[in-house]
């Protein structure tokens, strides 16, 4: 596979990703129906298909053939979702009750259902995937190296440790900022520790997943 056909496998997901968010903070602002205010209810769908695509026909060029070492991922990622729910559920913190809302669709068994599906599917399946090969899989190596697929996955230098971690912490909120900078931290641990994108992919999904269910279980949506 050529250079530039390399760093699109790469890249494009996560850029895809971004500007789906980007157009649902532009509809907020252009009009006052619920369908505009709360563009994420249909653009969220939209973006996960649309992602899982591109994810699909690059999927051959993703290193994702190493062992997933699902005991450290499972480990690492109770540790996250700890890290994540300890202000609110043993600290004391206001709950976080405002958010992406399911429950707007309770009287409508299909669409809430089905809102409720396609939004594991981002959180579990698209976020994990397209995060992990651009966070760990791409960034983590460009910044050893421009021409990154010259090294080995995993490999460790600390510009590009801490330029991932203050990257990834960046990206979120300024109230998930701590939980964020110990996540970041931790995602790198695991693939210099693994060597495996693999086994990042994983502890990221089922990091995810313990989160959803907490979320669906307090209704806490600011968490989504």
């Keep these: 596979m050529s250079e530039r056909k390399q760093l699109t496998a790469y890249i494009s997901p996560m850029v895809l ?8 903070a532009l509809l907020h602002k252009i ?4 369908w505009l205010r709360s563009a994420e209810y249909w653009v969220y769908p939209l973006q996960t298909i649309l992602c899982g695509a591109l994810l699909i026909w690059f999927w051959r060029e993703y290193p994702l053939h190493q062992p997933a070492r699902v005991g450290l991922g499972i480990a690492t ?35 809430y259902w089905s809102t409720i599906v396609f939004r594991f ?24 190296d421009e021409k990154f697929d010259r090294v080995r996955f995993g490999t460790f230098s600390w510009l590009s440790f801490w330029g991932v971690t203050v990257a990834f912490i960046l990206v979120h909120s300024p109230a998930d900022w701590p939980a ?19 086994a990042c992919v994983l502890t990221h999904a089922i990091t995810n997943l313990l989160l959803g269910f907490w979320i669906m279980q307090t209704k806490q949506w600011g968490f989504w």
């Design 17 to 24: 990703f971004v500007a789906f968010l980007g157009l649902i």
């Design 31 to 34: 009009d006052n129906s619920f």
């Design 77 to 111: 990622a109770i540790f996250i979702f700890v890290v994540w729910i300890s202000p609110q559920q043993f600290f004391g913190f206001p709950a976080r009750t405002n958010g992406f809302n399911p429950d707007v669709f309770a009287t409508q068994p299909a669409l």
């Design 121 to 144: 599917v981002r959180l579990v399946v698209v976020v994990p995937l397209i995060e992990e090969i651009f966070w760990r899989g791409f960034l983590l190596r460009y910044l050893i």
């Design 180 to 198: 964020a900078v110990v996540t970041g931290m931790l995602f790198n641990g695991v693939a210099y520790w693994t060597k495996s994108l693999s």
